[in-house]
């Protein structure tokens, strides 16, 4: 099992940036495949970015495409989200997740099987 614990949200302008950090526990970090989520008051969880477990691929929902870019370090047991170009939109609360699905491609499919609490990003216009 492991366990996931966000930082980096926070309060930004529209246009600015952010870098959340989702550092986890356990010595088998490498083996899970990585995701960032999001979910908006009053709207339901949506996938964002995923990372493979060698960090080889990566897999972007369309709206952050170009502007969001997921990466890892399997040697800090860590995963980033780094944000740009932020948008009043991308205000939502961030989760970290890891998938430990053999399936080919489970960085784009899932299932996504431990979550992170979640870190609050406001942008504001």
């Known amino acids: 099992q492991v366990q996931l614990v966000e930082s980096g949200g926070g309060l930004v302008q529209a246009g600015g940036s952010l870098r959340l950090s989702c550092a986890t526990s356990?010595?088998?970090?490498?083996?899970?495949?990585m995701g960032w989520f999001r979910q908006a008051p009053g709207k339901e969880r949506e996938f964002v970015a995923s990372i493979s477990r060698s960090a080889v691929s990566t897999y972007y929902a369309d709206s952050v495409k170009g502007r969001f870019t997921i990466s890892r370090d399997n040697a800090k047991n860590t995963v980033y989200l780094q944000m740009n170009t932020l948008k009043p939109e991308d205000t939502a609360v961030y989760y970290c997740a890891a998938s430990q699905t053999s399936r080919p491609l489970g960085w784009k499919t899932g299932p996504y099987d431990y979550w992170g609490q979640g870190t609050q990003v406001t942008v504001s216009s």
């Open positions: 356990g010595r088998t970090f490498s083996s899970y495949h």
